[in-house]
């Protein structure tokens, strides 16, 4: 491996966009105001951002047994069933598990929209049997996320759809 790969390594995965440059590396970056001071930092990626909130969610709930958040000692049976008489770690438990999944999604979709190029035009027929042509910034709001990954970014990417296979479902 050398000095750049090293480099690379080190990096952070949620840049946008960073690879080897010169004898160093090079990334995208931007100038902000921040309470009269000028910032610099490397642009994130969005998709790889969620991605990484996704993550972080599915750590804290991987192991978690949800029965165990009512057989704890903190827990009461009663008549009825049993419950927590605290539902505090069952609510957060609930959180955890909301951002994994809808923050997965997000990042799923955002790498969609980030995907398709400025150009690029989607025929699609509408319930009337008409063609509709969507340019880029109508794909990204109207057309819903599984036409995109079954029809948009295979015709982008020419590779074949995954629609019917093991990773659809």
């Known amino acids: 491996m050398d000095y750049q790969d090293e480099l690379l390594e080190k990096e952070d995965g949620r840049y946008k966009a960073i690879d080897k440059v010169g004898t160093g590396l090079g990334s995208i970056a931007t100038e902000e105001l921040l309470k009269k001071n000028v910032v610099f930092f490397g642009l994130p990626s969005g998709p790889a951002l969620f991605l990484h909130l996704a993550y972080r969610a599915y750590v804290k ?43 997965s999604f997000t990042a799923i979709e955002a ?56 990773v659809w479902g």
């Open 61 to 103: 709930i991987k192991d978690v047994e949800p029965l165990s958040l009512f057989n704890h000692s903190l827990f009461n049976h009663h008549d009825q069933g049993i419950w927590p008489d605290d539902q505090g770690r069952l609510f957060d438990f609930f959180e955890d598990f909301i951002s994994h999944s809808v923050y």
């Open 111 to 166: 790498f969609a929209n980030e995907s398709i190029p400025e150009n690029f035009q989607y025929v699609s027929v509408n319930r009337t049997g008409e063609d509709q042509i969507y340019k880029k910034d109508e794909i990204e709001r109207k057309v819903n996320l599984d036409e995109k990954l079954d029809k948009i970014l295979p015709t982008i990417y020419s590779v074949p759809s995954p629609k019917g296979k093991k």
